[in-house]
């Protein structure tokens, strides 16, 4: 009995269709298994340990050394020191440069979320590119079952002599090229597939239909408004353009003085010059040393110079990435107004394409119209639905990319329901340079959990 119930339950999984992939597990798989959004995880991780180093110049610098010498009287000398330095004022510099330091990482940290969308946005066009293209496959192989019937009539009135050869031949002219057609699609949804490949790390499966249409806002200066405040672009820029600022009074803080403590403790081992023997002398200093540049041949007032320049620079593209927003999300929201006003046009022209069809091969079975007549109606018919398809897809793919625009095309704001990878532990780990075995313990076990990825 208990055989039975197994075999009877294995039956019944086993009879249960697979779930079709749904756009949100498209988006998911994409965001789990992009090389590219390691590779600019990885690049996050190396701008937190510039906040690190920064932090590190605040702190003492301890070294060693040990020589020995031979002098050609042979005389051995032997000596072994251990010195200690730190900056003890700079007057600002270093604190500048860890301010700096930290601007760039909140700016690094915007540009993996633009990867972010730019991944998910990749896995939302793949999607629907395979969803489209195999629609068009399934509607080129109705066109050439539908042909097939149409070339078969013919050929049945040409027996008949209800009509010439010229009408058969058109029929098998129409059918062949409606064949070529179906493979041309049958190509295009390979490359589809591997596309999705790319984009999500895995063939696709059967798909499921795509979820409601995302909401769009109010009005397009509603969008714009949003895109200014959350798109990571906007963001980065914003980031730079700080840390440029900082820049510049950092390179104003390199004409300061440094006052900097060094204290040092020595072990000396060489001959006695009375009796030759061995004698092991000590010394320990300790000394504070202030210094500045005077002249510098003129590359501290280059230094300035450059960086007021960069800031410049900084300043102009936070100018440009905020029209290019404006600009993404215009486009975008036209996309969505286009796309929805083929549809309803498509709509009716299909309607219409039907109707004349069905009055036209009525007409033909009567000899009131011709073959060629009749073929033209069902190709008329055949690219409506083909502009639909494609008129469908670019609606679907115009409100995802008004998301994009907006900066709203994240994990979190889909609500995907999956971890995301936390930007700030691995940060929180590093940020205060970490030496001791707690913050070591610490970082590897941040490290193992990026090693196990999201």
Do not use: C
């Amino acid at each position: 009995m208990r055989r039975l119930a197994t075999a009877t339950a294995l039956s019944l999984l086993t009879a249960l269709p697979v779930a079709a992939e749904t756009l949100a597990d498209a988006m998911v798989a994409a965001y789990r298994k992009s090389p590219l959004m390691d590779q600019n995880r990885a690049v996050l991780r190396a701008a937190d340990e510039d906040v690190a180093q920064a932090v590190s110049t605040l702190r003492p610098v301890v070294g060693w050394a040990a020589s020995h010498t031979l002098s050609s009287g042979g005389v051995n000398v032997t000596s072994l020191s251990l010195t200690a330095q730190m900056t003890l004022f700079d007057w600002g510099r270093s604190q500048l440069d860890i301010d700096l330091k930290k601007e760039l990482v909140l700016a690094s940290r915007e540009n993996l979320v633009q990867v972010e969308q730019n991944v998910l946005f990749d896995a939302v066009s793949a999607f629907f590119n395979v969803r489209s293209a195999l629609e068009q496959v399934d509607l080129q192989n109705n066109s050439v079952r539908l042909l097939g019937q149409e070339r078969q009539a013919a050929q049945d009135r040409f027996d008949v002599g209800e009509i010439t050869l010229t009408d058969v031949s058109l029929a098998n002219a129409q059918l062949a090229a409606t064949r070529a057609a179906l493979a041309s699609a049958e190509g295009s949804l390979e490359v589809a597939r591997e596309g999705y490949r790319a984009a999500t790390g895995a063939l696709p499966g059967a798909l499921s239909a795509p979820p409601p249409l995302p909401k769009r806002p109010e009005s397009l200066d509603a969008a714009r408004a949003i895109g200014q405040r959350n798109h990571p672009a906007m963001k980065q820029a914003q980031h730079q353009a700080a840390a440029s600022e900082i820049g510049v009074a950092a390179a104003k803080a390199e004409r300061n003085p440094t006052l900097n403590a060094e204290a040092r403790v020595g072990v000396n081992r060489s001959p006695s010059v009375l009796s030759g023997d061995q004698e092991i002398s000590r010394d320990a200093q300790i000394g504070l040393t202030m210094s500045q540049t005077i002249y510098s041949g003129g590359r501290l007032s280059s230094v300035l110079r450059k960086s007021m320049a960069q800031r410049d620079q900084a300043r102009a593209g936070l100018l440009n990435v905020a029209r290019q927003v404006d600009l993404a999300v215009g486009e975008a929201w036209a996309n969505i107004d286009v796309a929805g006003a083929q549809i309803s046009a498509i709509d009716e022209q299909i309607s219409a394409a039907q109707q004349a069809y069905d009055g036209v091969r009525e007409e033909a079975t009567l000899g009131a119209r011709t073959t060629l007549d009749v073929l033209d109606a069902e190709q008329s018919l055949l690219e409506a639905r083909t502009d639909k398809i494609t008129a469908e897809a670019n609606l679907q793919l115009a409100h995802y990319q008004l998301l994009a625009a907006m900066g709203l095309l994240t994990v979190e704001n889909l609500k995907l329901g999956i971890p995301t990878y936390d930007p700030s532990e691995y940060y929180s780990a590093v940020r205060d340079a970490p030496y001791t075995s707690r913050q070591g313990e610490n970082l590897d076990r941040v490290l193992r959990a990026i090693g196990r990825g999201n």
